[in-house]
């Protein structure tokens, strides 16, 4: 293979990762917090909508992000009041809402798009970002900019949850929740707002799928790709330096999917479809899982 | 270089409570108590288990919010908003039986955690960690700060939990069974540790139901019973037969009808150079031999986390032990599943309940059977026999006096006690042989556990061998025949009925003296 | 007024006390009904007239009722897929892609196996119930000797087993006189008979219904499904009590596969009578709400009637109303958070009230 | 769950009231039947989407939508659209139709070809009439199908992406690897190697109808691959491969229906289908009385190219025109070879 087939090949990986790389994040993110965010697969497909619907009204793509962003602040509030403030289950309440917005995002798709119109928003770029930013963007042109703020996010969320005090407190909530009670950390509300950066950065990779990839919706188009974030946490054993190279690696699986059938083989290219989950299940089976956040997945009751 | 930290005399603060009352489901936790603490003073709060103490004290530290009755500090009435983060910028703080520690951060991180702010990036770690050291050193405390808190001993532990609270200028501290997970030894350093900080101007109220503590440490005594403030006196104006009578509501005397059974000289469980643990670690159980005999109680003493728990777990199979053997009536059971085990009379009481002792959400009479369901009459042919069960149940609710609305009611539904009850009523039902024991009385009232004690002691008197592990040295003094004392895995010590002595059996537990 | 406000407390004590999660799930039901009624209204169209046809195009005639009634049979073995390993303590999200395993399996048997018809259909239920069983396999073991989260495991075996029927029927298994990526059509003898013949009731019906009658006696009232549902409550107190927890929980989960396989196996056989493109619709996803909303085996029979139902009637709603098919799937997630945040808010106040 | 309590039979019984009532509820109710013999009834009919949503889905389904369009508006039909209908539901879903009175049942997708088969004996007064494929009618008075030879229909495709192709490379992109794409991929293949015999055709199929980023990224694989032209047969996933296409500067050949809105910059031109005017066929014999049980075999002269609005040179589309009318004068010798799925894949 010569170089250019590399480059472009690396570009689809990172293509690929970016919306892992989100859902991820906010998996971890609610992980350190003792929060199973099953949820994340919901939020996505809800800002994956959300983004396409607010490029599309407004024009300008980067109000699909704001739009987005606000979607996931919502999910968040409704995931945080059923699994943190209630509490239910954080599982069940995680698969419930993840079928609750496949039809929920299908159904206003279909109240909102009447007609034959289909829905094409702007996509993503750096040209939309403003003049007096050009000299930046025109170099960071190559790396698209959902995926430069999901490198950023990875190395801040790195070196927030291991270098600093606030990563300390965070962690802490997840590890011993009735600790940080008792140092004078109110544990709902790190978790409920863990929960809604969660359900954001959950949006954003939807945001990242759609503005970033494709900008338009089509029914359920997340694809369980929010459960392969949530397999990449577990794979990165909580850390965000490991799951970066998780999501890269499942990225991997996506993008060789259809270069393994430009190849020629002649074999029947759902063979070659499989590969990301079959790839992921793999790591998983080679690697193991590590053990998470103590309090992970449990409710938290003040008297 | 000692470090004061601070002129604790001019902030140090007064607290009154009054009128607190405080109720979970239908019990009355607190019933309506005024208490007031003085700066500078060492309080013990005294009573019963479940007298009330802890509900009172985490009330005061604003983890639980009381139904009525108001809370002064320093004079000021406090807000709705009371929390342990508002206790704690008071200068309150508490120390937990269980411990509030992350086990997976170092030292120094738990000792910082209550300083640290959201929105302060980059802590001084550098200056923390000076001050920390500086503290650690004036109390003599020997912590290593970068080591994780889950490896080191329980008694590090505590004082991490007690640098914690200094070092977050804690002037008021509370403490909650600080002795229970300590040797004798440690004990005795932690009252004299009690004593520096009153000279430094701290106030200490030391939660307790050993009443040779409170006289050793307290100024005043304060005696809880069943949720009701009984009375506050000081020290040297009563004595420790008083405060106990207080402390109980009717005179009662534990051992009015415990007479052990003679014991046998045949053995019943042998156990030879039991080895539990993993490679890489130090070994839990370390080599253990021991042997019982029909109708006879031995003992098993030691501070919590010298093996006691990993030994029980492998006697009854939850645990792979790697060496040794377990002969029970000449039958060696070493390489036998749980099932095998119990079939072969072989019985277990867990320390934890929660943890291994019932299933909460299956009801009464489904865990009573639990580990006999398989046989006669409990099922045939694999398919329940519902009124065997039914039957079952009634018998166990009527002699262990289990109060229950119906024997089909999820365990969860009931009282704790109530549930320890169901627990022992399986272990000690249908006549076993051996009885592995931990912890039976844990956590009940005064009359369960007298009534499960006499249980015990029927049950070998039945002819079951039965190995009691506790961690109350007088339940193993007034039960057993012969005692063992773990330290570090090993059996360090043995002592016959007769020379059964608090003084030694603690430097055992120490480590330092082997019989 | 406060004598009726304590009286409310006492009711909704013994509410709580009597752990209604029937009740419950009755209630979330009817709310996610109102929610349904709300949407509608919201599509623009009349409420009334929009869940009659719902209700007509699952009943009215002959094909709806069959096709109400073999859905009903794919729902509830699915419910019971999801329900019975969920009682052991093991989240099998992966119903759907045991189902098209299983339609697959009773494929390859149907097609390939020279037999007389009666010994090709056992063959084809035996291997759809083997194939689903082993599609569940690879998520128990990875959480077996892993320690795998199965929730992850058993959706990334959904999207394997999709792909991998789909190269079948594109591929080896293709039918060679079709048009579109299917299996041939099952051959007239080699098909489910219907019960009473010529009845629109599938005999699959009626093994489903005993099946869940048969779980629901295995769960309450065998030594089986009293250990299983010791070990999903508490696994260590299972254990401490004797009890082989791993083999419960293996055959636990192996069973509820099975189900789930046979569900693609009847319906390959009896109802949809080839695997092809979407064939195995969303039936394995629907048994998770089912089964958290029936709550037991009896309980799973009853709300998957109504998901069916739903299911069925759906398309119908939509051609004559307009309103969005797409609908059915909020209301298959509406009510079990409905039903989650009802029991868990009741909890805390039946505390509440409890303390007072 | 659920445990078992004194309440539960209560419970139950009132869920049982509540089923009742829903069966009650679905009972045929006579006032919403429509009466029977009133006079200027318009033509009833109803037609079956296994996708949801046919008004913005692939190419062939808009092109049934414009269909369906011109019976409401040019004819004043009542037009039912089921939408969403998997495959096992057809039958249940048409005979829904049948009973309800419907006069015309219409299948636009040939996997609807076993529902045609059973349901339609059973309904005698009611037309059926497949929109596609169809090889052998059903057993029934009433059946109809407008069969479009889909082989010719890829002859005259192959050869307008060969021709205007300028790299010498066209793609052929397929949503579902299925045989009714591989034959009107074997046309394309067979007439472009005919009219440009250095032409290199890649095949690739998405395995998705609908999942748009892995429209975009296989379709990119394919303009890496040096194709121009590709042409994707496929569903609502195309819109990822408009923008694969805008992204490398190639363009797509629209699949039934001219697809020139949906992305002006991506779109050289569409092989049309004429759906349309097969629903009027159907429409006008159907009022004139002239409708019968046959299959319309749909040829060359419903196929056509939409306007390429000067994406090509001029010269380019008078070759391609020119070639085009040869074809459907039947003067291209082109052989008729049927390629299997993984022969079309091989590179």
């Keep these: 293979m010569e170089l250019d087939w590399w480059l472009d090949f690396l570009l689809a990986v990172l293509r690929a990762a970016t919306p892992l790389l989100f859902c991820a994040l906010g998996v971890l993110a609610c992980e350190r917090a003792g929060i199973l965010n099953i949820g994340v697969e919901g939020s996505m497909l809800a800002g994956a909508l959300a983004a396409v619907l607010g490029a599309v009204f407004t024009g300008n793509p980067w109000l699909g992000v704001a739009a987005a962003i606000l979607t996931g602040l919502l999910a968040g509030l409704v995931l945080a009041g059923m699994t943190v403030y209630l509490p239910a289950d954080q599982i069940a309440t995680g698969i419930a809402f993840n079928l609750v917005s496949i039809g929920v995002t299908s159904f206003i798709y279909r109240l909102l798009v009447e007609g034959g119109v289909r829905l094409m928003a702007p996509s993503l770029n750096w040209g939309q970002a403003g003049g007096w930013l050009e000299p930046l963007t025109a170099r960071l042109a190559i790396i698209p900019p959902l995926t430069l703020l999901a490198l950023i996010l990875v190395i801040g969320v790195q070196v927030l949850l291991f270098s600093t005090g606030p990563g300390l407190l965070w962690r802490s909530v997840g590890e011993s929740a009735r600790a940080a009670h008792a140092a004078g950390l109110s544990v709902l509300r790190v978790r409920s707002l863990a929960l809604l950066g969660g359900s954001v950065l959950g949006a954003l990779g939807g945001a990242a799928l759609t503005l970033g990839w494709v900008p338009t919706f089509v029914d359920n188009m997340t694809m369980g790709r929010g459960f392969i974030g949530l397999a990449a946490v577990y794979f990165g054993r909580w850390r965000p330096d490991l799951m970066f190279f998780a999501c890269l690696l499942f990225g991997a699986g996506e993008a060789l999917a259809f270069r393994a059938q430009a190849m020629g083989a002649g074999l029947n290219p759902y063979y070659y479809l499989m590969l990301p989950y079959v790839l992921t299940l793999a790591a998983v089976a080679i690697v193991g899982m590590a053990m998470g956040p103590r309090d992970a997945g449990k409710p938290f009751l003040r008297g | ?515 | 007024m406060p004598m009726s406000l304590s009286r409310a407390g006492t009711r909704l004590r013994r509410l709580m006390k009597t752990r209604t999660s029937i009740t419950l799930a009755g209630m979330s039901l009817l709310f996610s009904l109102l929610a349904l009624w709300i949407c509608v209204y919201l599509a623009g169209a009349d409420p009334y007239e929009a869940l009659t046809a719902m209700f007509r195009g699952a009943f009215q005639g002959r094909w709806a009722l069959r096709t109400t009634l073999s859905e009903w049979v794919a729902i509830t073995l699915s419910g019971l897929a999801v329900l019975i390993p969920y009682r052991a303590g093991f989240f099998n999200v992966g119903g759907q892609g045991q189902l098209e395993m299983g339609g697959v399996a009773a494929a390859v048997v149907i097609m390939h196996l020279p037999a007389p018809p009666p010994l090709a259909l056992a063959a084809a239920l035996t291997a759809c119930v083997l194939a689903g069983a082993l599609t569940a396999g690879i998520p128990l073991l990875l959480r077996l000797s892993r320690g795998a989260s199965e929730v992850t495991t058993t959706i990334m075996m959904n999207f394997a087993a999709m792909r991998f029927m789909y190269a079948m029927i594109t591929g080896p298994l293709q039918d060679p006189g079709a048009w579109y990526g299917t299996t041939p059509i099952v051959p007239a003898g080699y098909r489910l008979p219907l019960f009473p013949p010529g009845s629109g009731i599938p005999v699959s019906l009626f093994a489903a219904v005993g099946l869940a009658l048969g779980a629901w006696w295995l769960l309450s009232r065998t030594v089986f499904g009293l250990h299983l549902r010791a070990v999903g409550g508490n696994r260590a107190a299972a254990a401490a009590a004797g009890i082989a927890v791993d083999r419960v929980l293996i055959k636990a989960v192996l069973m509820g596969a099975a189900l789930a396989g046979l569900a693609g196996g009847f319906q390959y056989l009896g109802h949809t009578l080839r695997v092809a493109e979407g064939w195995s619709k969303t039936w394995g996803l629907v048994g998770i709400p089912v089964a958290l909303l029936g709550g037991s085996p009896l309980g799973v029979l009853l709300v998957g009637f109504l998901f069916a139902v739903l299911e069925t009637g759906s398309r119908s709603m939509q051609a004559l109303t307009g309103v969005p098919a797409a609908l059915v799937f909020v209301f298959q997630g509406l009510p079990v958070l409905i039903y989650l945040a009802l029991g868990a808010g009741l909890r805390r106040m039946g505390d509440a009230v409890d303390a007072k | 769950m659920s445990k078992k309590h004194p309440g539960m039979r209560r419970v139950l019984a009132g869920l049982s009231v509540l089923l009742v009532m829903t069966l009650v509820a679905g009972c045929p109710r006579p006032a919403a039947q429509p009466a029977p013999g009133a006079e200027k009834d318009p033509v009833q009919a109803a037609v079956i989407f296994s996708i949801v949503n046919p008004a913005r889905a692939g190419g062939w389904d808009r092109a049934d939508w414009a269909g369906i369009l011109a019976l409401r508006e040019e004819f004043g039909w009542t037009v039912t659209v089921a939408e969403g209908v998997p495959y096992g539901q057809v039958a249940a879903t048409a005979a829904g139709f049948a009973e309800a009175g419907y006069d015309i049942v219409i299948f636009p997708d040939a996997g609807m070809t076993d529902a045609w088969h059973e349901v339609s004996p059973k309904y005698p007064k009611t037309w059926f009439v497949m929109m596609s494929m169809a090889e052998r009618l059903p057993d029934s008075p009433r059946v109809a199908a407008w069969s479009p030879d889909l082989y010719a229909y890829g002859q005259m495709l192959g050869v307008a992406a060969a021709k205007s192709s300028r790299t010498g490379t066209i793609g052929l992109l397929g949503g579902v690897p299925v045989p009714v794409i591989a034959y009107l991929f074997s046309g394309a293949v067979e007439a472009a190697r005919f009219v440009r015999p250095d032409i290199r055709v890649v095949t690739n199929f998405v395995g998705d109808w609908v999942d748009v980023t892995a429209h975009r990224e296989i379709t990119a694989l394919q303009v890496r691959e040096g194709a121009d032209v590709v042409f994707a047969l496929t569903g609502p996933g195309i819109l990822g491969s408009y923008e694969a296409a805008k992204a490398g500067g190639a363009r797509i050949i629209g699949h039934a229906w001219d697809l020139h809105e949906d992305a002006p910059d991506a779109i050289l031109t569409s092989m049309i289908l004429d759906k349309p005017r097969m629903y009027r066929d159907l429409a006008r014999q159907f009022e004139g009385g002239m409708l019968e049980k046959k299959t319309v075999h749909v040829g060359v002269e419903y196929f056509k190219l939409a306007d390429f609005r000067g994406a090509v040179p001029q010269a380019t589309v008078d070759a391609i025109d020119q070639l085009v009318t040869r074809l459907r004068a039947g003067e291209l010798p082109i052989p008729r070879v049927v390629h299997s799925i993984d022969d079309l894949l091989k590179r």
Excluded at chain 2, 91 to 117: A, C, D, K
Excluded at chain 2, 124 to 150: I, M, N
Excluded at chain 2, 428 to 457: E, F, H, M, N, W
């Design chain 2, 1 to 515: 270089m000692p470090i004061n930290l601070n002129p604790i005399s001019d902030t140090a603060v007064a607290v009154q409570m009054e009128g607190i009352c405080k109720s979970f489901g239908p019990v009355k936790a607190l019933d309506s108590v005024s208490l007031t603490v003085e700066p500078g003073e060492i309080r013990a709060l005294v009573g019963e288990n479940g007298a009330g103490k802890t509900t009172l004290m985490t009330v005061l530290y604003g983890m639980l919010r009381p139904d009525r009755g108001q809370l002064r500090i320093a004079g000021r009435e406090v807000g709705r908003d009371w929390s342990p983060k508002r206790a704690m910028s008071a200068g309150i703080g508490m120390i937990h039986q269980h411990f509030s520690l992350v086990p997976n951060h170092t030292v120094l991180e738990n000792v910082l955690m209550p300083q640290l702010r959201w929105t302060r990036l980059r802590p001084e770690w550098a200056r923390h960690r000076k001050t920390v050291q500086g503290l650690s050193e004036q109390y003599g405390f020997a912590l290593p700060l970068d080591g994780q808190v889950g490896a080191i001993s329980v008694g590090q532990q505590q004082q991490v939990e007690i640098l914690k609270m200094l070092y977050q200028g804690a002037s008021f501290l509370i403490m909650d069974e600080p002795t229970a997970v300590l040797t004798p030894q440690q004990t005795d350093a932690l009252l004299a540790l009690l004593g520096r900080l009153r000279a430094q101007g701290h106030t200490v109220v030391l939660i307790t139901h050993k009443l040779a503590e409170a006289f050793a440490a307290a100024d005043n005594i304060t005696v809880l019973r069943r949720g009701k403030l009984i009375t506050t006196v000081p020290c040297e104006h009563t004595t420790p037969q008083a405060v106990a009578g207080a402390m109980v509501e009717r005179d009662w005397s534990g051992d009015v009808d415990l007479r052990l059974p003679e014991r046998e000289t045949s053995w019943r469980l042998e156990v030879k150079d039991l080895v539990v643990g993993e490679d890489h670690r130090q070994l839990e159980v370390d080599g253990v031999s021991l042997a019982i005999g029909p109708r006879e109680i031995v003992g098993v003493a030691g501070v919590a986390g010298n093996g006691q728990t990993e030994l029980a777990e492998a006697l009854v199979g939850l645990r792979i032990a790697r060496a040794g053997t377990v002969v029970l009536a000449g039958q060696d059971l070493s390489a036998w599943s749980i099932a095998r085990r119990l079939q072969s009379g072989l019985r277990y009481i867990p320390e934890n309940r929660h943890l291994n002792g019932m299933v909460a959400d299956l009801t009464l009479a489904e865990n009573l059977i639990l580990d006999r369901s398989e046989s006669p009459p409990f099922s045939a042919r694999g398919v329940l026999n519902r009124r065997a069960m039914g039957r079952a149940a009634a018998e166990t609710i009527a002699d262990y006096d289990v109060r229950t609305p119906s024997p089909d009611v999820p365990m969860s539904h009931l009282s704790g006690g109530n549930q320890q009850r169901v627990v022992v009523a399986r272990a000690l039902a249908s006549r076993p042989r051996v009885v592995i024991a931990c912890q039976p009385t844990r956590g009940l009232d005064i009359s369960a556990t007298a009534y499960i004690r006499k249980r015990l002691v029927q049950c070998a008197s039945e002819g079951a061998a039965i190995l009691l592990f506790s961690s109350e040295i007088e339940e193993l003094i007034q039960l057993c025949h012969r005692m063992l004392v773990m330290y570090r895995g090993r059996v360090v010590g043995e002592l016959d009925a007769s020379n059964f002595d608090t003084a030694i059996i603690g430097l055992m537990m120490s480590g330092q003296v082997a019989s």
